[in-house]
């Protein structure tokens, strides 16, 4: 298995977590160290602690995978919840935030049992170049045992403008590090206090 180029250091062990009440998107934070010095989580206002996309040419015109894993709970009050599973992209900076949905899970109705888990996983395999500028790639996305896509689906967006890193025609350009930056967020359609969602892995291969 390849070694991953960034990762969020989370594990099997040691998970990060999001839930409890509320209808909006919440964003999976990263644990606290070299990628979230400041201990922020993430919002639809900030991308605090995203994982980066690294430049200076690391991944121009090269396939990387990215992959994330968890699981979900629903709580035990009111309505059967959907939950929506979205990996976005950030295209503008760290405090003033432009995402952009890479790859979703759809909307999974989930049954409403206190202490009953759902696994979900996604693998986005991407590339893009300096010369167009662009990030395509396809995705698989499995929720509770069932393939959300049976077979690879191209990414939701095609994200454009971007810079991997110096060119030979720009020998001076320095591009941006990050070229964009990544997160997970989760949304339940109902607000339960039982809501929750923990992630396993995330990162960039």
Same mark, same amino acid.
């Given at each position: 298995?390849?070694?991953?180029? /960034? ?10 977590? /999001?839930?409890? %009440?509320?209808?909006?998107? *919440? ?11 400041? !201990?922020?989580? @993430? ?5 605090? !602690?995203?994982?980066?996309? @690294? ?11 990215? *992959? ?18 979205? /990996? ?5 900076? /760290? ?11 759809? &909307? ?5 049992? %206190?202490?009953?888990?759902? +696994?979900?996983?996604? &693998? ?22 069932? #393939? #959300?896509?049976?077979?690879? *689906?191209?990414? +939701?967006? %095609?994200? %454009? ?15 941006? +590090? ?7 967020? #989760?949304?339940?359609? #109902? ?15």
């Amino acid at each position: 298995m390849s070694q991953p180029i /960034v990762n969020w250091q989370v594990s099997g062990p040691f998970p990060v977590t /999001v839930g409890g %009440t509320g209808t909006t998107a *919440k964003y999976f934070p990263a644990p606290s160290g070299l990628i979230n010095t400041t !201990g922020t989580a @993430p919002s639809s206002s900030s991308a605090a !602690g995203q994982l980066p996309v @690294p430049g200076g040419n690391r991944l121009n015109s090269q396939q990387f995978t990215i *992959k994330a894993t968890g699981n979900f709970e629903v709580g035990s009050g009111g309505a059967c919840p959907n939950v929506l599973l979205e /990996v976005v992209a950030n295209t503008g900076t /760290v405090s003033s935030p432009t995402y952009t949905v890479l790859a979703n899970s759809g &909307e999974i109705t989930a049954q409403n049992l %206190t202490g009953v888990f759902y +696994d979900w996983a996604f &693998e986005l395999n991407c590339n893009g170049s300096n010369g167009s500028g662009t990030l395509q790639g396809s995705y698989r996305c499995i929720v509770d045992g069932t #393939v #959300v896509n049976s077979t690879p *689906k191209a990414l +939701d967006h %095609t994200l %454009t403008g971007l810079v991997f890193g110096p060119t030979t025609s720009t020998p001076n350009q320095t591009g941006t +590090d990050p070229v964009f930056g990544v997160l997970v967020r #989760v949304t339940f359609s #109902v607000s339960e206090t039982g809501n929750s969602a923990n992630m396993y892995e995330f990162a960039i291969y």
